[in-house]
């Protein structure tokens, strides 16, 4: 049975059923607990913004509240994953990955390959990304195509709250790391979302709207925008097929081809820098296979390549959003 339930909720739905299921499911980080042994534990914070709120009082020391310490805490987190745990670690800010990034690139992401397929290492490392949240330039950076360039890592952006929960208990059932990234604007939106666990495998997108005219590729925060876009787009007679990416590693390429040899038009919306982005990988992807369908160059969306600025108004502007989308959209269907 379903119910609309807000995509924070839906995380920690996720957390709850999978920690319930499985007793190797631990969770860590920096205030994943909030509280503990003091008074007022019972209604200790749950992370930065509230997210593991509640699950202390049912699953006790399997949460676990870290030093300020990334590098400590998700080579930890890790290290259990060698050793039969399957542990969610939140990196708070994916922007404190620096800190932590040899545990993850040069030793989780490796393991499986160098010790010839015969190690595990089912690890979620869950991390907030993106802008809007005025949180300024070292909280607000969407550094997703950093993990996907990485072999061995799996690479998870959901959009809303049905695939926030599914795409969760995927990536703890699953035998190799993975980049969890949510982005902290999603976690007030609501969606019809099943009571009982369910999984969304990797590598499918999710055709959000079908359309004739125009193929548009988004992820995480930028499908809604796409979406609106597509909306507005529509009375002035244009028809925007909007795909949702889901995972970027691995990726549902096949999904994006067959829409663009339909199409023959495409623009990509992510919100990273334009630099060896989602964005430039998918429309070099779609440049080299799907060439003879073209109709139009291939237009992307992206923010600008400069750090996220904390003014408010500056912010608004480096984001992408329905506008900038809607004239991308209008360039190639000329």
């Given at each position: 049975?379903?119910?609309?339930?807000?995509?924070?909720?839906?995380?920690?739905?996720?957390?709850?059923?999978?920690?319930?299921?499985?007793?190797s499911?631990?969770?860590?980080?920096?205030?994943?607990?909030?509280?503990?042994?003091?008074?007022?534990?019972?209604?200790a914070?749950?992370?930065?913004?509230?997210?593991?709120?509640?699950?202390?009082?049912?699953?006790?020391?399997?949460?676990?509240?870290?030093?300020?310490s990334?590098?400590?805490?998700?080579?930890?987190?890790?290290?259990?994953?060698?050793?039969?745990?399957?542990?969610?670690?939140?990196?708070?800010?994916?922007?404190?990955?620096?800190?932590?990034?040899?545990?993850?690139?040069?030793?989780?992401?490796?393991?499986?390959y160098?010790?010839g397929?015969?190690?595990?290492?089912?690890?979620?490392?869950?991390?907030?990304?993106?802008a809007?949240?005025?949180?300024?330039?070292?909280?607000?950076?969407?550094?997703?195509?950093v993990?996907?360039?990485?072999?061995?890592?799996?690479?998870?952006?959901?959009?809303?709250?049905?695939?926030?929960?599914?795409?969760?208990?995927?990536?703890?059932?699953?035998?190799?790391?993975v980049?969890?990234?949510?982005?902290?604007?999603?976690?007030?939106?609501?969606?019809?979302?099943p009571?009982?666990?369910?999984?969304?495998?990797?590598?499918?997108?999710?055709?959000?709207?079908?359309?004739?005219?125009?193929?548009?590729?988004?992820?995480?925060?930028?499908?809604?925008?796409?979406?609106?876009a597509?909306d507005?787009?529509?009375?002035?007679g244009?028809?925007?097929?909007?795909?949702?990416?889901?995972?970027?590693s691995?990726?549902?390429?096949?999904?994006?081809?067959e829409?663009?040899?339909?199409?023959?038009?495409?623009?990509?919306?992510?919100?990273?820098?334009?630099r060896?982005?989602?964005?430039?990988?998918?429309?070099?992807l779609?440049?080299?296979?799907?060439?003879?369908?073209?109709?139009?160059?291939?237009?992307?969306?992206?923010?600008?390549?400069?750090?996220?600025?904390?003014?408010?108004?500056?912010?608004?502007?480096f984001?992408?959003?329905?506008?900038?989308?809607?004239?991308?959209?209008?360039?190639?269907?000329?």
């Amino acid at each position: 049975m379903a119910r609309m339930l807000s995509f924070k909720d839906a995380i920690n739905e996720a957390l709850d059923q999978e920690m319930a299921r499985d007793e190797s499911v631990i969770v860590m980080g920096e205030d994943v607990v909030g509280g503990t042994g003091s008074p007022g534990e019972d209604d200790a914070w749950g992370g930065v913004l509230g997210v593991t709120k509640g699950l202390y009082a049912k699953y006790g020391e399997r949460m676990m509240d870290t030093p300020l310490s990334e590098s400590a805490y998700v080579g930890a987190a890790i290290g259990a994953a060698t050793c039969g745990m399957r542990p969610v670690a939140e990196l708070m800010f994916v922007d404190f990955f620096g800190v932590c990034m040899d545990q993850i690139y040069n030793q989780a992401a490796k393991f499986r390959y160098m010790f010839g397929g015969k190690a595990e290492t089912p690890v979620v490392i869950r991390c907030m990304v993106g802008a809007g949240f005025r949180a300024a330039a070292h909280h607000s950076q969407m550094l997703t195509s950093v993990f996907t360039h990485i072999p061995g890592l799996k690479v998870v952006l959901p959009s809303n709250a049905y695939d926030a929960k599914g795409l969760l208990i995927q990536a703890i059932r699953d035998n190799d790391p993975v980049i969890f990234c949510e982005h902290k604007m999603l976690y007030g939106t609501e969606a019809d979302v099943p009571d009982e666990a369910y999984t969304i495998p990797f590598a499918e997108a999710a055709i959000a709207r079908e359309g004739s005219d125009v193929t548009v590729v988004s992820l995480g925060a930028m499908v809604g925008k796409s979406l609106e876009a597509a909306d507005a787009l529509a009375k002035d007679g244009i028809s925007c097929e909007v795909i949702d990416l889901r995972t970027t590693s691995p990726m549902d390429e096949d999904t994006v081809y067959e829409s663009v040899e339909k199409t023959g038009r495409l623009v990509v919306v992510d919100e990273s820098h334009p630099r060896c982005s989602i964005a430039s990988d998918v429309s070099s992807l779609v440049a080299q296979n799907c060439f003879s369908s073209l109709k139009a160059k291939i237009e992307m969306v992206n923010a600008p390549h400069v750090p996220p600025p904390f003014a408010a108004n500056l912010e608004d502007m480096f984001i992408p959003d329905a506008g900038k989308i809607s004239e991308a959209v209008q360039a190639v269907a000329a």
